[in-house]
């Protein structure tokens, strides 16, 4: 089964003609996708889909693209689904990112996987049934392994829960289910975590790379989601 067949044939048109309505991304999830880096400090020219939109830009420069920022700081997948029509399908847009876990791993741990691979099955049909869009979902990045300077003072007290989740392995079921969901829907699929697992293994400190000591990957990892994401739209061009 090809993937991102309406994404591919909608940046084909705008390029052939001008008038076309621009090739509309939206993404939806967290905080990572709304920008959040530091404590109360977001950054919205850093953040993955505004990196990937500059990586479309040069691929294809005969294309006009543009990205809605529908995430939101704190929410889990469940939460995504309720706002769907809202924010998502009522766009009409041409591909869907999905990224989602980081919460739906913290706050409901291995209880709460069946409400969690659920939601992102029913994001992933309702998308299909009420647009044309693609759908493109994203593994999350790893955690904080271990307590940290970069800690905000108020998230002291329950940053345990959040390296728990993370050195227990719980986060990585959350991933390995988005993995598992994207195969069984022939979805198209951006494995960041495995990608943070490498570096893991490579001997990369990660942890270092949250910019608030907690969820929230740096403007470096950030890009390195967009070439992930871009490498993943690529591998399915014609």
């Known amino acids: 089964m090809a993937l991102l067949n309406q994404f591919h044939a909608r940046v084909k048109a705008k390029a052939k003609d001008n008038s076309l309505a621009p090739v509309?991304?939206?993404?939806?999830?967290?905080?990572?996708?709304?920008?959040c880096m530091e404590e109360g400090r977001m950054d919205f020219d850093a953040v993955y889909h505004h990196q990937l939109k500059r990586l479309l830009e040069r691929r294809y420069p005969a294309t006009t693209f543009s990205v809605l920022n529908a995430g939101i700081g704190g929410?889990?997948?469940?939460?995504?689904?309720?706002r769907l029509a809202r924010d998502v399908t009522s766009r009409r847009p041409d591909l869907v990112?999905?990224?989602y876990g980081l919460n739906d791993a913290c706050g409901g741990g291995m209880a709460g996987l069946e409400a969690f691979r659920a939601a992102m099955a029913e994001i992933v049909d309702r998308i299909e049934r009420e647009t044309q869009a693609d759908v493109l979902l994203i593994t999350p990045n790893m955690m904080a392994t271990r307590d940290n300077d970069a800690v905000p003072e108020r998230w002291k007290p329950v940053i345990g829960q959040f390296v728990d989740a993370q050195n227990s392995g719980?986060?990585?079921?959350?991933?390995q289910t988005i993995r598992d969901l994207a195969a069984a829907r022939g979805t198209a699929l951006a494995d960041v975590y495995s990608r943070?697992?490498?570096l893991v293994k490579s001997g990369v400190d990660t942890t270092s790379r949250l910019s608030n000591g907690i969820n929230h990957p740096d403007a470096g990892m950030h890009d390195?989601?967009?070439q992930i994401i871009m490498e993943e739209i690529e591998r399915h061009a014609d």
């Open 75 to 82: 929410e889990s997948a469940p939460g995504g689904l309720r």
């Open 196 to 198: 943070w697992e490498a």
């Open 224 to 226: 390195m989601a967009a």
């Open 170 to 175: 719980l986060l990585a079921v959350y991933a």
């Open 24 to 35: 509309l991304i939206v993404a939806l999830g967290d905080s990572v996708t709304q920008g």
């Open 97 to 99: 990112l999905v990224g």
